[in-house]
């Protein structure tokens, strides 16, 4: 069974996204044919647009759909089931590959793990997750990639204590998530950074009790004034030099013989080369003031925690359906994208087929 299907490539690095009509194969033992319905427009899609990569590359990492078809080895999903695409795969005695696909007049085409932008998708069943009645909504996917790496920040990488504190550098889908998350854990401050008034005054409503424009003076400064000396965890959703920095700087500094200062967590692809001077002064520097300094991967998440997530959704902690604030048709995958690095997207974008 064939499956004709539109699909974004992109033949070289810095090139304009391409959707083409091809036709997928048959699925493998281990894979699984979904119909996509919605996949969320990310970052991290960007940065490999721009990264050398020697053949086509495919996008996309984080999708909703239904089950067409199965790979003879495949056991926890059936035809017809309702699923997420995430690029976190499951923990299993094998190592999913690369998703590949023949692109007519271009040769072979690579993912670094699935591609969700596309009519349908060939998948590894490593990375499909059956979804409940509940969960049934095309905002779930971004559940798949955003939220994974920003509420894994502070559920995972640097777990937030009830009453602590937190700031979170960039105001994007995985940044909201973060602030949604140190919320929902009780965090006493919460304190989201951006440039721009409407995306800090749109963080309050996934729980920024304080926010900080940083394009308006020193928001290290302006931090450490709302906290009294600086935060437990400051998440880094940038990853530029300079918010890297930030972060560690606006971290508390410790005691020394009595306890540990705070911790800055890069989550954010790096977008330049970091030369980090760790014996700078601001706010103690990072080893008389004991900071830590760590990065992540999809919020040191494990596939399992997807269902912790949808949970807050369902009970109204996780407001999906806010954060996703705009839609385009895969056809515009082009305009959705230069929105998205041209700052013009409030939360997460979807693009749906």
């Known amino acids: 069974m064939s499956t004709a299907t539109r699909i974004v490539v992109q033949g070289k690095p810095g090139a304009a996204l391409a959707l083409r009509e091809v036709t997928l194969p048959d699925p ?5 044919l979904v119909e ?17 990569h020697p053949d086509p590359m495919l996008f996309g990492h984080e999708g909703y759909g239904t089950v067409l078809a199965t790979g003879s080895a495949v056991r926890h999903v059936e035809e017809g089931a309702v699923v997420m695409i995430t690029w976190l795969p499951r923990a299993a005695d094998r190592t999913p590959g690369r998703a590949c696909l023949d692109i007519p007049g271009l040769g072979t085409a690579y993912s670094p793990n699935v591609y969700t932008w596309a009519g349908h998708a060939i998948v590894d069943e490593l990375y499909v997750v059956p979804l409940d009645e509940r969960s049934r909504q095309d905002v779930v996917s971004v559940v798949g990639c955003a939220v994974l790496t920003g509420a894994g920040a502070v559920t995972n990488v640097a777990p937030v204590r009830e009453g602590g504190s937190v700031a979170v550098f960039g105001a994007g889908g995985v940044g909201l998530s973060a602030v949604a998350a140190a919320s929902i854990r009780g965090a006493r401050h919460v304190v989201a950074v951006d ?25 290290v400064q302006q931090i450490i004034e709302v906290t009294g000396g600086g935060v437990d965890v400051a998440v880094d ?19 020394l013989g009595v306890e540990q200062g705070g911790t800055a967590v890069i989550v954010g692809l790096p977008k330049k080369p970091l030369v ?4 700078r002064q601001t706010n103690g520097n990072m080893l008389t003031g004991q900071k830590s300094l760590v990065g992540t991967t999809a919020g040191g998440c494990r596939q399992e925690d997807i269902a912790t997530f949808l949970d807050w959704h369902h009970t109204g902690r996780l407001d999906l359906d806010t954060l996703v604030t705009d839609r385009y ?25």
């Open 195 to 219: 440039l721009g008034p409407e995306k800090l005054e749109f963080a309050k409503k996934f729980g920024a009790t304080h926010t900080v424009d940083a394009g308006q003076g020193d928001p």
């Open 28 to 32: 493998g033992p281990h894979d699984v």
């Open 276 to 279: 980090l001077d760790i014996a």
């Open 329 to 353: 048709p895969l056809a515009d995958i082009g305009r959705a994208v230069t929105d998205l690095a041209e700052g013009r997207i409030l939360g997460r974008a979807l693009t749906t087929m």
């Open 237 to 255: 959703c940038v990853a530029l030099p300079e918010t890297v920095a930030q972060a560690l700087d606006s971290a508390r500094p410790g005691r």
């Open 36 to 52: 996509i319905h919605a996949s969320g427009v990310c970052q991290s899609q960007l940065f490999w647009m721009h990264a050398p």
